[in-house]
């Protein structure tokens, strides 16, 4: 599974970009453009969380891997069973 760590870092780019793609907000009160806050993500930007997005995914390949038996897991692993020629 994805280690804490690493999940804090996807959470932290996907933040970086939705904020990039929809830009500052006009602040009303002030009269300024402000950046957005990681609050007002979730409202215009509805998709699933990146973090959940990836586990699903790794669930369906673990599933899919384990109806082929142990050859999808020998190329997925890299140990291949001779070596290749030369050229």
Known sequence: MIAHIEEHRLRVFENRVVK???GPKWDEV???WRK???VELNDPYSSPNIVRVIKSRKNE???ACS???GG???VL???PESKRPLG
């Open 77 to 79: 692993a890299g140990k």
């Open 36 to 38: 957005l806050h990681n």
């Open 30 to 32: 002030t009269g300024e």
């Open 67 to 69: 109806a082929y038996g």
């Open 72 to 74: 999808v897991y020998r």
């Open 20 to 22: 990039r793609i929809f």
């Open 61 to 63: 390949m673990d599933g």
